[in-house]
């Protein structure tokens, strides 16, 4: 068993601005909710939250909330020193949001970004607004496997759905060598109809699969969680 104990993992979370980065790193860290309250992400952002994983240990994740402006910004390359995840994110409810995450896949292979070292996951946001989704499972798809991305999670920050599940899932696959095989055998989104509409959100949830993790979608405050910002 792999021992995780004390270890730090940072994570940046990229895409376009306006997709609810920030609200879903908020529901993580400090299991809030801001939807109504958009205001931009001034450079970078960093958060912080110890994240219990049992029985491996504990990990402190500390998060980068990277502003979609910063894109082009000259302070990217020092961004992205030393993250060891990354969680390409867009907004299923916007399709450019999607295809906006080929300029960051540029951004990352520029910045010589190592997949053989960082490990990368995307992500669609606003999970609960299923009744508004424009990108569909098999666009996610596709995107996912052109770009050899293993990990895929759809959450929703109002409700807290599945957004400590991609954090820890993410975390036990970088951390742990003989979970990541088992994510790679099955991180596989399932085949949907797309004449057929899902019943509720959850059943179209494009998740990772790893060892069951606790079920308990949304975190408790933790007194422990900082933010801090840098423009």
């Not at 070292?117 to 995307?122: D, R, V, W």
């Not at 895929?152 to 599945?162: H, Q, R, T």
């Amino acid at each position: 068993m792999v021992e995780i104990d004390g270890k730090q993992l940072r994570v940046a979370l990229i895409g376009a601005s306006c997709i609810g980065k920030t609200c879903i790193i908020k529901r993580f860290a400090e299991n809030t909710f801001h939807g109504s309250q958009y205001v931009p992400t001034p450079g970078v952002e960093f958060l912080s939250r110890r994240l219990t994983i049992k029985p491996i240990g504990t990990v402190t994740l500390i998060i980068l909330d990277v502003a979609g402006a910063a894109l082009t910004s000259k302070m990217i390359d020092i961004y992205f020193h030393g993250i060891d995840i990354f969680l390409l994110t867009y907004d299923m409810t916007n399709a450019t949001s999607l295809q906006e995450l080929r300029r960051w896949m540029e951004i990352l292979a520029k910045n010589g970004v190592d997949k053989s070292e960082a490990s990368i996951a995307l992500v669609g946001s606003k999970g609960d607004l299923e009744h508004l989704r424009t990108v569909r499972l098999d666009n996610h798809s596709r995107f996912a496997q052109e770009f050899n991305i293993p990990l895929s999670f759809l959450v929703s920050a109002k409700s807290g759905e599945s957004v400590l599940t991609c954090f820890s899932k993410c975390a036990i696959y970088h951390l742990n060598p003989e979970a990541k095989q088992r994510v790679k055998e099955h991180a596989v989104l399932q085949s949907t109809n797309a004449s057929k509409k899902a019943t509720t959100p959850a059943q179209n949830h494009p998740q990772a699969m790893t060892n069951p993790l606790p079920t308990r979608s949304q975190p408790a405050p933790d007194p422990n969680s900082t933010v801090c910002s840098v423009q």
